[in-house]
Every structure is written in structure tokens, then in C-alpha cells.
């Protein structure tokens, strides 16, 4: 396995395209983020403007365009479906397991890149990323690639590393094009995060200038080089506005709760020790002292990785707004880092330490125990309604969701998984069986469980849309925020722009039949509206009509 470098990496191919691409298209888009994207993509296609994002056909500025030119290429290719909105993610998870095990094999050998990459296609929230339609994946990618290009400028500049063959500036210059595309995925937040952790890295060399400052102009020019295909092109094609609200955007997102999305300082921490099981174990391990390096470029490209994960993980801790993605950036140096300790533990450098054994199974029986009980939940759903208050997620449970009972599959794959992988199993066979059994958890659960949980949260406002999409009418959700009704029912672009405005709906204006879709505990809001009548109720979801 461990012999030939092309072979590992044609199986790292083979194995992302049977776990990342089945069922790609197996369950509705969710909102708020995959629905979004995915429709700006459909009016990227529709409007054929390429330059700006539209949202609704009107100006959308929090993102800017590169990862909707994949999406729209995917969808030009496969369709205006899930499958095309969530492809590329499928393409990057597969291209993230090819460039962990190249660079782990350059920074060791064939054996840890290998076990890099496995780490990393094993960890929950890692896998589920390449399921996804959202930006993230591409994003982090870019901004992790680009740090290695600049680590090995720096070790090119000060002798750390003598296999280096180019000359500095090529790397300073791929690393700054590669934080450059970042920036064209998401924003100068990757500029940001990226700077941050030179700085650190500086004042850990105690102020000493490994980066002069034409290097870092030169670094600098490049990312922008890149960004500048769209912002520059923007500005000049369209004038400063659009750009202009985008960075008034992204200045809000990091000082205010944008969306509701609130929550404690810890917030990231409890996701990655969660979401980032099994690697999120061995993580911890890895703060603790660990044996010498052999080389000196090893050592210090575990010190960087140290600091990516800390400046990520602060800085989003700061940031008031608390949304899951936010912070997975770390998952590759936690992935490395628990790849460390995995490779000096099969080296038997580190033991297995009985608290790591403990860590495992108490994560691991949190996700056995959750998907092992859910389908009995599902099934018995009327037992839960006097504990919920909330009209809407009481509407929500009686949903008619089919619960057949094998829904418990995943949670006892799992539960083999961890105790035969602890107990039962020694070194390589152990993390071997602990990371691809993880892996096969996170696809029976995508099979049999999250389609049944869509059921409950969206899919009654979602087939309503589209049942609407051949009707010539107009569609208009109330009182709560979603993309559905656009994605779903393909909302054309010649509807007048007052038809947002519910109040112009509401009028004699409306030529055509209007429908307005709401919560049940937002339905008091549509009282002073009497031309509307109920049509439906379902699901938490009340659908009302005005001739």
C-alpha cells in the first residue's frame, strides 16, 4: 500500500468518488447556505453576468464569484439540481485527500501521507463537507495551500529545507495566487487569517525578519493579482458601490450576530471536539510534549499548523457571529496534527493512552446513541410534543415521516467500529478500521437518516414551492427567512420588482394569484390582511392564498 506514491493516490481518487458522490442529490438543499448558493449560481446562468452576484435578481454583495463560477459550471454540465450544487465540493473533497497525502508524504514519507489524508477523509465534519453546497471546502483549501507555498518560501530563504529546488519567489508566488483565489472565494478574511498567523509566527522568532518587507509586497501584489479579476473588473465595469457594500458586509459579520447566528465564546471549540471526531482525540494529544523531530523542517511545520488552528479558532471565537463552518479552517492542521501523533504512535514513540481510549468512546457514544435512538423518536414523535412550547417545531414533529426501524444501521456500524478498533485491534490495523468505519458511519447516516430530518425541518414549504413553478402566480414567504421559494420555484426574472413587497401584493396591483407561505407562529402577522385565506397547514408551515 505504502510502496508507490501513484498507486496511493489513484486510491485516494477511487475511494473520494465512491464516498463524496453517490447520493449527491439524494436530499433537498438546506437552507440558509446551500439554497443561496445554489441560486445564485441559476441566476448567474439566467442573467448571464458572471461579474456580479445576484440574489432574487437583485445585487446580493456578501460573497464575491468564484465559487459560483464552479457551481454554474457544474450546473451547465449536470443541471439545475442538487447534484450540480453540491458536485464541486465532491471534486474538492477528493482533491484535499490527493494534496494531504503529497505534502505528508514530502514532509515524512508514503506512510504518513497516507494516514494524513485517511484522518482527514475520516473526521465527521470533514467528509460532511465534501456532501455540501456550501463555499467553505474551496475557500479553506485555497487559504491552506497558500500557507504551504509561503512556509516553504521560508524554509527555501533560511536553509530549513535543502530539497527545494525552485527559487524562492516561485513559492512566495504561488502562495500569494493561492490566498488570492481565497479572497476571490469568500472575502479578505483570507488575507486576514493568513497575516495574522505571520505576525504570530514573527513574534514566536522574536521579532526576527524571516519575511523582508519587498517579500512580503511581492506576496502581497500576487494575492491581489488574482482577487483583482473581479474586484478590479467590478469597480471599473460597475463603479465602487458593489464592493463598497461588500466590505461594509464583512466588517458587520465580524462585529454584530449576523442572522441570529449567536452563541458562546466556547462555541468553536465544543464543534471542533465534536464535529471533528475521531481526529479531534488525538488533536489533544498533540499540545501535550511530543518527541523530537528529525528534521528541522518538520518541527516547524508543526509549530506553524499550531498556529493556524489557535489564530482560527480565536479569531472566530471573537467574531460575534457563531456559525459551524466558520471555523473549519482548522480542520487541517487538526487532522495534521492528529496525524502526528497517530504516526509516532505507530512508530512507538507515544503510547495509546488509556484517556485517549476513554475520549473515543465517550465522542463516539454520543453519535451511536443519537442515531441508534432517533428512529425511535421518529416513530413515537406525539411522545414529544408536550415537551416542545414552540408551535413550529411541534408542527415540525408531525410531519409523516416513514421510520422503518433499519435507520439504526449507521449507530451500530459505529458502535462496532469504535469498540472492536479500541479493544480489539492493534496499530495500523486499529486506526485503519477507526477512520474508514467513521467514513462508512457518515454515508449510512446521510443514507438513512438526514433525508428524514429534512422531512421535518423545510420539505412541506419546499414541495409547496415547486408546485407552484408551472402556475403563473406569485409566491411570497412571510415572517421568516429563506431561499426556497426562489431555488425551488424557479423564480423568473421578469416578475415586477414591487412584487417583494407584500403590501404591493396585497393590493389591487397583483394581476395574478399570490401565495404567501409563513410559520404557524408568525400566522397573527397576516391578520390585517383579510384578503388572504388558508389554504393548507402542514408541518409547521401555513399556506395562504388571495385571489
Known sequence: MFNSSGKNIVFFIILGCIFFIPFLGGVHLFDWDEINFAEISREMLITEDYFRIYVDFQ???????????????????????????????????????????????????????????????????????????????????????????????????????????????????????????????????AFLVVCLTLFIYWIYKRFQFYVNVPEFLFFSVAAAFVSLTWYGLETWKNGPWFIHEFNKYQIRLFSTHDAGHKGFFGYHIVV??????????????????????????????????????????????????????????????????????????????????????????????????????????????????????????????????????????????LCWVLYSSIFFMRKAKRILSLFIGTAIFINLSLFFIVGNIEHYSQRAAIEFFKSKIEEDCYVKPQGYKTYAHLWYGKRKNNLPRESRDLNWLMSDQADKPVYVVTKVHKLKQLEKYPQLKEIERKNGFVFLKKE
Open 59 to 189: 445585487p446580493f454583495w456578501e460573497k464575491p464569484p468564484l465559487y459560483f463560477w464552479l457551481q454554474a459550471l457544474s450546473m451547465k454540465i449536470f443541471g439545475l439540481n442538487e447534484f450540480a450544487a453540491r458536485f464541486p465540493n465532491a471534486i474538492c473533497g477528493i482533491l484535499t485527500l490527493v494534496i494531504l497525502y503529497k505534502i505528508g508524504e514530502r514532509l515524512y514519507n508514503r506512510f504518513f501521507g497516507f494516514f494524513w489524508a485517511l484522518i482527514y477523509f475520516g473526521s465527521i465534519l470533514p467528509n460532511l463537507y465534501a456532501h455540501s453546497g456550501i463555499i467553505d471546502p474551496w475557500f479553506n483549501l485555497f487559504i491552506f495551500t497558500g500557507m504551504y507555498y509561503f512556509i516553504q518560501f521560508h524554509w527555501k530563504k533560511n536553509g530549513l529545507d535543502q530539497r527545494l529546488k525552485k527559487s524562492k519567489w516561485f513559492y512566495l508566488f504561488w502562495g500569494g495566487f493561492l490566498v488570492g483565489l481565497g479572497i476571490l472565494t469568500k472575502g479578505q478574511v
Open 272 to 413: 471542533l471536539l465534536i464535529g471533528c471526531f475521531p481526529a479531534s482525540i488525538f488533536l489533544i494529544r498533540s499540545f501535550l510534549k511530543l518527541p523530537d523531530y528529525k528534521f528541522q523542517y518538520q518541527k516547524d511545520f508543526a509549530r506553524w499548523m499550531k498556529m493556524l488552528f489557535w489564530v482560527v479558532l480565536i479569531l472566530f471565537s471573537i467574531v460575534q457571529s457563531k456559525i459551524v463552518h466558520y471555523s473549519s479552517l482548522c480542520y487541517f492542521p487538526l487532522t495534521y496534527l492528529a496525524t502526528l501523533v497517530v504516526y509516532l504512535n505507530l512508530n512507538e514513540k507515544i503510547t495509546f493512552d488509556r484517556w485517549m481510549k476513554l475520549g473515543l468512546l465517550s465522542i463516539g457514544s454520543l453519535f451511536v446513541i443519537a442515531t441508534v435512538i432517533l428512529p425511535f423518536i421518529g416513530m413515537n414523535s406525539e411522545m414529544l410534543l408536550p415537551l416542545f412550547k414552540d408551535p413550529f417545531a411541534q408542527g415540525n414533529l408531525e410531519a409523516g415521516v416513514n421510520w422503518t426501524g433499519w435507520e439504526v444501521i449507521p449507530g451500530i456500524v
